[in-house]
């Protein structure tokens, strides 16, 4: 059996914060490339490069690369996509999106520093991991946690609920130090002893209680051939547990109220063929909460932006439960945004490297989606009646190879519309 932290806690591999070099302020501000009236200071250039490394190994191309873009955010500067709401709204997401993951900026913060793992720590971690648990496990039906959590359970009592309960909720485990995923919720395992019950211990997957069973010695690799590992599961442990108990301080914070029949209502009626919705749904109240005191609501029409412009989400759009935990997922990061405006971030260099890093990205994309992708969509129509859908493989690489020939002429295009005023790249 496996719980897991249902958060978007630990996906997204674009939004990772990558090293750049530093310099000091003044070569920071030097200007390495100008484009008409783009420029690209040293900083940027550094933050850039090692962004594109990834996807280059030859540092000529990774140049080329660079300035290539700069003549499409040229055409950007010259046509004000700083004015348009769509682009706006993607980089708005996609930051508060950034703030609120493990890894993000405000994890790095305030979070990473507190969980440093020390010698001594794993070292005593090696020596508990030398034991097994014999664990029976119920996890309980009902709904009504709290009571549950105040519930007290002897050895008899515990023994008479096992014989009550259904198949499906009773298992038997073994577990060993840090005892993921249960480690997480409780700590009540680290001192444990034959006989002892666990809990009740509430989870993001319900409520259990355990009674060790037995405790037996368990084959115990030399420490330098697991310390790796250890040190994994302890991290993961560690960081599972801080993100529950946040997502838990976030609810208490926001009280959020959910409309039940409104969210079915909302998933009854999207169309997963056409990608939207059949009837009006911007009026539907589906949530209402608490923030700086104040009671908001979230709306149909709220969520239909969330799911527009939301960088990554999980679930059906046709299941209630999916869809809850989308609206939980935006209060999340509503709330972890917010906390991260204490912080000042808009002073912090390295969040604005990757602000601005992230809002060209979103320039580039919109230049080929309306300026690049019009111009072969004629073609594309050319190439199914050609294949007759019959290749897929085939039409994928023609239409490829016409998207790289549209982007070198639009490139070419620019070069003769923007002058190259700087370029001290090396």
């Not at 809850?324 to 209060?331: A, D, E, S």
Request: a positive charge.
């Amino acid at each position: 059996m496996k719980l897991i932290i249902k958060t978007a806690a630990y996906l997204l591999l674009l939004f990772l914060y990558s090293c750049s070099h530093r310099s000091s302020k003044k070569e920071d501000h030097k200007v390495v490339l100008q484009v008409g009236t783009y420029t690209l200071l040293q900083d940027e250039y550094y933050y850039l490069k090692e962004k594109l490394k990834r996807n280059h190994q030859d540092s000529i191309q990774l140049l080329e690369e660079i300035r290539d873009q700069a003549y499409l955010l040229a055409f950007a500067n010259e046509h004000r996509y700083d004015t348009i709401n769509e682009l706006n709204k993607r980089l708005d997401y996609a930051l508060k999106f950034y703030i609120a993951q493990v890894d993000g900026y405000l994890w790095n913060k305030k979070v990473k520093p507190k969980l440093q793992l020390t010698d001594s720590l794993l070292q005593t971690a090696y020596k508990k991991s030398a034991f097994l648990y014999q664990i029976d496990l119920i996890k309980f039906s009902d709904k009504d946690t709290s009571t549950l959590q105040k519930s007290m359970f002897n050895q008899n009592q515990f023994n008479n609920l096992k014989k009550i309960t259904p198949k499906g909720q009773f298992h038997q485990i073994t577990l060993t130090y840090p005892f993921l995923p249960y480690g997480v919720f409780t700590t009540q395992l680290d001192q444990a002893k034959i006989n002892d019950i666990i809990g009740p211990f509430e989870t993001d997957e319900g409520v259990y209680v355990m009674m060790v069973k037995n405790i037996v010695p368990a084959p115990l690799q030399p420490y330098k051939d697991i310390e790796q590992k250890l040190r994994q599961a302890i991290t993961i442990r560690m960081t599972n547990k801080y993100v529950y108990e946040s997502v838990k301080h976030i609810q208490a914070e926001t009280k959020p109220k959910f409309y039940d029949q409104a969210i079915t209502d909302l998933c009854r009626h999207y169309d997963q063929k056409e990608k939207k919705w059949s009837s009006k749904v911007d009026s539907m109240l589906l949530m209402e909460y608490t923030f700086h005191g104040n009671t908001k609501q979230f709306k149909g029409k709220d969520f239909k932006e969330f799911i527009q412009y939301q960088p990554m989400f999980f679930g059906s759009l046709q299941n209630t439960e999916d869809v809850k935990k989308m609206i939980n997922t935006h209060l999340i990061s509503l709330f972890l945004y917010d906390e991260a405006q204490k912080l000042s971030p808009e002073n912090d260099s390295e969040y604005l490297l990757f602000k601005g890093w992230l809002r060209n990205r979103f320039y580039i994309n919109y230049f080929r989606e309306h300026v690049i992708l019009p111009h072969i969509q004629p073609q594309q129509k050319a190439v199914q009646s050609n294949f007759k859908m019959q290749n897929d493989s085939l039409q994928q690489q023609f239409l490829i190879k016409k998207e790289k020939e549209e982007y070198r002429q639009q490139i070419d295009r620019l070069k003769t519309n923007y002058k190259l005023v700087v370029d001290k790249m090396t």
